[in-house]
C-alpha cells in the first residue's frame, strides 16, 4: 500500500520559514520524481517544485529563489524548505509522487495535503 504522509503545515507570519516533510513508503522511492503541489481556495493545483533522482529539480517560477525542495533516498523523505513567504503561498500543500511505466503511463499517488496560511 502506497503512502505519502505530509508534515509541517503551520500557520505563519510573512517571511517565517516553515518546512513541509512527506514520508513515503511503499513505492521504490528513487525511481520516482517526487514533488510538491499546492492548491489555494478557489483555485487549481499548481505544481510548486519537483525533484528527479535526488538531483534534478523544477520549480514554478512563483516560488523560485525562495522555495528549495530536496530528498533523502535513505530516509524515503522529500522536503520542501520554504522562505520569504507571502499571504499569496498560502493553501494546502500536496505530496506527489509520480513515473512513467513502462507502457507510457503515468503512475501517480498524492498526500492527504497540509495546510500553510500566511497571515500577519
Known amino acids: 500500500q502506497v503512502q505519502l504522509v505530509e508534515s509541517g503545515g503551520v500557520l505563519v507570519q510573512p517571511g517565517g520559514p516553515p518546512r513541509l516533510s512527506c514520508a513515503a513508503s511503499?513505492?521504490?522511492?528513487?525511481?520516482?520524481?517526487m514533488g510538491w503541489y499546492r492548491q489555494a481556495p478557489g483555485k487549481q493545483r499548481e505544481l510548486v517544485a519537483t525533484?528527479?533522482?535526488?538531483?534534478?529539480?523544477n520549480y514554478a517560477d512563483s516560488v523560485k529563489g525562495r522555495f528549495t525542495i530536496s530528498s533523502d533516498t535513505a530516509k524515503n523523505m522529500v522536503v520542501l524548505q520554504m522562505n520569504s513567504l507571502r499571504p499569496e503561498d498560502t493553501a494546502v500543500y500536496y505530496c506527489?509522487?509520480?513515473?512513467?511505466?513502462?507502457?507510457?503511463?503515468?503512475?501517480?499517488?498524492w498526500g492527504q495535503g497540509t495546510q500553510v496560511t500566511v497571515s500577519s
Open positions: 525533484i528527479t533522482s535526488g538531483v534534478r529539480t
Open positions: 511503499g513505492i521504490i522511492f528513487g525511481i520516482y520524481t
Open positions: 506527489n509522487a509520480n513515473r512513467l511505466t513502462s507502457s507510457a503511463t503515468i503512475l501517480q499517488y
